[in-house]
């Protein structure tokens, strides 16, 4: 069984910065690909970011540029480095596999970006 708990998020200023950290149990985590997702209120999840099992990294184009995800095997958890925030990238933030699967959907850790 894979749980996954997010955590880094807070309430930053516009163009500040934060990192997300994932910490993943379970044997799993170094044979599947990640992502990191969000939803702000009255929007659908949407996916921001994945790395494959190798590191390979892609990113939706709202975030390209800014935000940088990575992996650290040895410790079962997933970054997402996120610079020069702005007031969109306000929303909940989830890690998740990649497609992501139902059942390992955790609390999220909140991103306020606002002065």
């Known amino acids: 069984q894979v749980q996954l708990v997010e955590s880094g998020g807070g309430l930053v200023q516009p163009g500040g910065s934060l990192r997300l950290s994932c910490a993943a149990s379970?044997?799993?985590?170094?044979?599947?690909?990640m992502g990191w997702y969000r939803q702000a209120p009255g929007k659908e999840r949407e996916l921001v970011a994945t790395i494959t099992r190798d590191g390979s990294a892609n990113y939706g184009d709202s975030v390209k540029g800014r935000f940088t995800i990575s992996r650290d095997s040895a410790k079962n958890t997933v970054y997402l480095q996120m610079n020069s925030l702005k007031p969109e990238d306000t929303a909940v933030y989830y890690c998740?596999?990649?497609?992501?699967?139902?059942?390992?959907w955790g609390q999220g850790t909140q991103v306020t970006v606002s002065s």
């Open positions: 998740n596999i990649y497609p992501p699967w139902q059942k390992y």
């Open positions: 379970g044997s799993i985590f170094s044979f599947v690909n």
